[in-house]
Structures are given as C-alpha cells and as structure tokens.
C-alpha cells in the first residue's frame, strides 16, 4: 500500500492466485482518503426541541461514522440517533444537551479525518420572560406576541415564551403564558 500525493488517494495492491497456476496477477485499486465535501453547523434549539447534525463525506467505501462530545462517543439510544451515521439526531433536546464540541470521525481503509467542533446552544423554556430582563410582566405580553405571530430564532427570549416545553412557540402557549402572567 502506497500513498498517491498527487491524486489524493491510497493505492493498494497484491495478487490473485485462484487459477492455481502460482502466476500472481496484479491488482490495483484506488483507495480515497475521507473528505468532507459539507462540514456540520452549529445549531441552537429551544429545550424540547429537535435538532439534527449532518455532514456530507466522500471517499472510498465502506466509509464508518462517530459522532462525539468532544473525545467521548456517543450512542444510540434515549434520545440520541445516529450516533454511527453521517446524521446526528438529538430529540428532544435537554439543557444538558449544550456543547460547545459537537464532532464526527470519518474512516475507511486509506485513513480518517475528523470534523471541526460545532455547538449545540440550548435555551430554557416556560419563564414567560419574553423581553429578558429576568421577570414576567406585562412588558413581556408585546414581545411573546411578536415572536408567537412571526416567529424568530431559538434565542433566550423566545424560547421563554414556549410555555409548555415542545420546542415551538405556538397557540399551545398563549394560556399558559396568560395564567402565569396573571398568577400571584
């Protein structure tokens, strides 16, 4: 097995004797190390959520996938999937879930590489506290209405108004974010 500097790929060789004759014939395959064509990107849900890390690799078949939290793998199982695929799932999200090194180890035959760490940013819901500035009154009735009719990013104030903790701020949340808002 040599490495082909120029054409990026690992060159194995060897023979074949299945004729029994005790001629070895040559044979050569190309063996192309792991590349990553599109690298995962950091992702940021509210808490109940669902977010899904995915990248695409080439490379020579069979190509094997880890996914890690920094140098720990992960499993399949609870709320992880495809810890082994070139697509993570994590749902629904926990608080516990946010990272900042979120990665993927590629391998095959010629080699492995190893994506840059991308974050996980998770949000706390149900607070109510729209306008983050850490209470629930009634400055916060204008910015949940906004983020309820036009939506928004997963950030700290709109995941505060996902009142019932299912990752979205929808029509789900507007009692509950009235009965808090109005509680003693």
Do not use: K
């Amino acid at each position: 097995m040599t490495y082909d500097a120029t054409h990026r790929v690992t060159v194995m060789f060897g023979g074949d004797n299945s004729g029994g004759n005790g001629n070895l014939a040559d044979t050569w395959q190309y063996v192309s190390s792991p590349t990553i064509t599109n690298p995962p990107v950091s992702q940021a849900t509210c808490e109940g959520g669902a977010v899904t890390f995915a990248a695409v690799i080439s490379g020579s078949a069979p190509l094997t996938f880890q996914w890690r939290r920094g140098l720990i793998n992960l499993t399949d199982g609870g709320h992880i999937f495809g810890a082994e695929t070139a697509a993570l799932t994590i749902d629904p999200v926990t608080i516990s879930d946010a990272a900042p090194d979120y990665n993927l180890v590629v391998s095959n035959a010629a080699g492995s590489i190893t994506t840059a760490d991308v974050a996980l940013s998770v949000y706390a819901t149900g607070s109510g506290d729209a306008n983050g500035d850490g209470l629930l009154t009634a400055e916060d009735v204008a910015p949940f209405a906004s983020f309820l009719l036009a939506g928004g990013p997963p950030g700290p104030g709109f995941c505060a108004g996902d009142m019932n903790a299912d990752g979205q701020l929808d029509a789900l949340d507007i009692q509950p974010f009235v009965s808090a808002l109005i509680s003693p």
